[in-house]
């Protein structure tokens, strides 16, 4: 079956422990993104990989960091998570086709509460 | 700065009404897509519009993207209970395919 994994679904930490979000999808897709979604903010872009070896800043990018060693790999890093951070994560993928961007597949999201 | 305004954030209609919702931008925008998501999942593509002037129609949704390419609609026609989500719309400009914008989301409930 298709489709983008989260893991973990729900995080509850402490200020400054550091912690990472799996995400990994099966469809060979190139492009991966992180968002955040917070009520009455739609979702925010934070990190988004268009291959391999290639990462950019979405919006909100600051307080994360993100890797693409792997084409089905695109892990969310919080190096020292602070409460404000506390929002509900998605990844995403999609074949990326140039200008025209296809449909993003998005996980079943993250939960994380920063205390 | 929201790139994408979505209008109205919450909209609460009883069954067999019709509706529309708004995203607008300043930004002119390659291509723009509508999302609907329910509570504790992630979002589903509707639809994708990349032609000014665009109308697409999934069964009772009307999907249509602005002349300029700044702006989209979704019209539903006589609603049911199982449109009730959030929608949301996303596009992308064209200078930066890969950055992706989202708007903040509309609210819709439909009532039996």
């Known amino acids: 079956e298709a489709q983008v994994t989260q893991n973990p679904r729900y995080l509850i930490t402490v200020t400054g422990k550091k912690l990472t979000v799996t995400c990994s999808q099966n469809m060979n897709h190139e492009y991966m993104s992180w968002y955040r979604q917070d009520p009455g903010l739609g979702l925010r872009q934070i990190y988004y990989s268009m291959n391999v070896e290639v990462t950019d800043k979405g919006d909100v990018p600051e307080g994360y960091k993100v890797s693409r060693k792997e084409k089905r790999n695109f892990p969310l890093i919080l190096e020292s998570p602070s409460p404000n951070q506390t929002s509900l994560y998605f990844c995403?993928?999609?074949?990326?086709?140039?200008?025209?961007?296809?449909?993003?597949?998005f996980g079943p999201g993250t939960r994380l509460t920063v205390l | 700065t929201q790139l994408l305004e979505q209008s109205p954030q919450f909209l609460s209609i009883q069954e067999g009404e019709n509706l529309t919702v708004y995203c607008n931008s300043s930004?002119?925008?390659?291509?723009l897509q509508w999302y609907r998501q329910e509570p504790g999942e992630g979002p589903v593509l509707l639809v994708t519009v990349v032609t000014g002037g665009e109308v697409k129609k999934l069964k009772r949704l009307t999907f249509q993207f602005g002349d300029a390419r700044k702006d989209s609609s979704l019209h539903i026609t006589a609603a049911q209970p199982g449109d009730t989500g959030l929608y949301l719309c996303a596009g992308a400009i064209n200078t930066n395919a890969g950055k992706s914008t989202f708007g903040d989301g509309t609210t819709l409930t439909v009532k039996p």
């Open positions: 930004s002119v925008f390659s291509s």
């Open positions: 995403a993928s999609s074949a990326y086709s140039g200008v025209v961007y296809n449909e993003q597949f």
